[in-house]
């Protein structure tokens, strides 16, 4: 071992130094030293390594977790905003929404109650109506005679006098009515009140029954003439009336059909209104859901990312240090190398060796100053 350490040197001369020295026996420790130091040094490069690569990848990590955490919040953010105003837009839509079916209600509501009016005038109408045509029939099949063969013996000869006075009646409601001053005229319209007020003067006298006279002077009747004007004008009313009611029936029939018919749009629209205003509602949780839950998932990233941006500055500063440490472990750990190989070196050398050969005298070691004391602390960081 010795002879490795003074290079050139004869081995039987470096071991009988070795033997008789104890420098000898310093420049093996010294060696041992220097092995062990570079050992040390090894493993405490290793552990490093390892610490440095956990550095690494572990501020790798988090800069991409912070790199995606960002990207998450600017989209979270958007996403809040676009459904802020989707919910917003879904507030105006339902309010008209409500507004559009409470008037399509209301809508509908007052068409009902007009036609609901409608068809009640036009019954009130129509029954009115009817009673007057039915007076007129009345009349008009009293002034006619009740038999064939009989005008020529007097009218009210065979006439009733109840079924006459009836008729009249009858006649007197029906000229209260605005259809006949609208279609009778002023001339028969007067005659007609005249044959109201004196019936004998156009069907006889008032017993019933024609003089002698007047039958001898008219073997017609002088009723004859004045009678069939009386029946003309009530054929005239009558035939108004009855053209009037069925102009009412094909009105009250065409004002039915487009009733019905609205209330079928009106009904379709309402529906539809009522769909749309479902889907809205719907829509509208959706999103409320949506942004309750985008706002949270936006808080937590934020703390998340603090808390990552935290542990990323406190790692990349741990890391830091402990880099600064391990350069200067390095740093000392080198000089301390070169400072052992220097003495090996030194010792090891044949002068050296000369030098110990005529040495006559041991050296004492009397005190001791150690420097690895920071060494040692070193070491023990990286352990």
Not at 37 to 55: I, N, S, T, V
Request: glycine share 6%; net charge negative; with cysteine.
């Amino acid at each position: 071992l010795f002879g490795t350490l003074v290079g050139h040197a004869s081995a039987s001369r470096l071991v009988g130094v070795a033997q008789a020295h104890p420098m000898v026996r310093l420049v093996t420790l010294m060696k041992d030293l220097e092995a062990k130091l570079e050992a040390d040094g090894k493993a405490e490069q290793k552990a490093y390594d390892k610490y440095a690569c956990w550095c690494e990848d572990t501020l790798n990590t988090k800069a991409n977790d912070i790199t995606a955490a960002k990207e998450e919040i600017e989209k979270l953010t958007t996403l809040v905003k676009e459904l802020k105003g989707a919910m917003a837009s879904h507030t105006v839509d339902i309010k008209q929404l409500k507004k559009d079916i409470a008037a399509n209600v209301k809508s509908t509501q007052e068409a009902t109650e007009i036609r609901e009016k409608e068809g009640t005038e036009y019954q009130e109408s129509r029954e009115e109506s009817e009673q007057c045509i039915g007076a007129l029939e009345a009349a008009i099949k009293v002034l006619t005679g009740a038999g064939e063969g009989k005008k020529k013996r007097g009218f009210l000869e065979t006439l009733q006098e109840a079924q006459l006075l009836s008729a009249i009646a009858g006649v007197r409601t029906v000229l209260k009515q605005p259809v006949v001053s609208r279609t009778v005229g002023g001339k028969e319209l007067q005659m007609m009140r005249h044959f109201l007020d004196r019936p004998e003067d156009f069907v006889g006298g008032s017993n019933g029954m024609m003089s002698a006279m007047q039958t001898a002077n008219n073997p017609f009747g002088d009723y004859a003439p004045k009678s069939t004007q009386i029946q003309g004008i009530l054929k005239g009313m009558y035939d108004a009336f009855t053209g009037d009611l069925e102009k009412a029936n094909a009105e009250e029939a065409e004002k039915q059909k487009g009733f019905e018919d609205l209330m079928k749009t009106k009904k379709a629209e309402l529906a539809a209104l009522e769909a749309t205003l479902k889907k809205q509602e719907m829509d509208e949780a959706e999103k409320t859901k949506a942004l309750a839950e985008s706002k949270q998932s936006l808080d937590d990233t934020k703390t998340q990312l603090e808390d990552d941006e935290a542990f990323f500055d406190a790692t990349k500063s741990s890391c830091q240090e402990k880099a600064s440490q391990w350069a200067l472990r390095v740093r000392l750990r080198t000089e301390e190398l070169h400072g052992v190989s220097t003495a090996i070196k030194i010792l090891s050398s044949e002068k050296a060796v000369k030098t110990f050969e005529n040495a006559t005298s041991s050296f004492l070691q009397l005190t001791a100053v150690s420097s690895g004391a920071g060494a040692t602390g070193e070491r023990a960081a990286f352990a």
